[in-house]
């Protein structure tokens, strides 16, 4: 059974910075795109950053030149370092990964960090 479990949210003051965690773990063959999403109150879940297994990323507008997305693929673990942090940064933030495994390729979900932007 593949699990994702995440780490390192919390409250932070606008301006700081948070470095969240997730780890891919059961019988894994590959992990794929991994990737970050978030959801604020009454929105929908959105799209942060997303990393391949080459190392290709890509942003959401909003977070462009504030937020790392990065992966220790031996580790299967997906990093998000976020920087210059802002209220509207506050979310519950879910790690998405598309994994092989036994019964083949499936996309899994984290059960979610909260991220707390606020002095």
């Known amino acids: 059974q593949v699990q994702l479990v995440e780490s390192g949210g919390g409250l932070v003051q606008p301006g700081g910075s948070l470095r969240l965690s997730c780890a891919a773990s059961?019988?894994?063959?590959?992990?794929?795109?991994m990737g970050w999403y978030r959801q604020a109150p009454g929105k929908q879940r959105e799209l942060v950053a997303r990393?391949?297994?080459?190392?290709?990323?890509n942003y959401a507008d909003s977070v462009k030149g504030r937020f790392t997305i990065s992966r220790d693929n031996a580790k299967n673990t997906v990093y998000l370092q976020m920087s210059s942090l802002k209220p509207e940064d506050t979310a519950v933030y879910y790690c998405n990964a598309a994994i092989r495994a036994v019964a083949g390729v499936s996309g899994y979900w984290g059960q979610g960090t909260q991220v707390t932007v606020s002095s």
């Open positions: 990393i391949t297994t080459g190392g290709a990323t």
């Open positions: 059961g019988r894994i063959f590959t992990a794929y795109t």
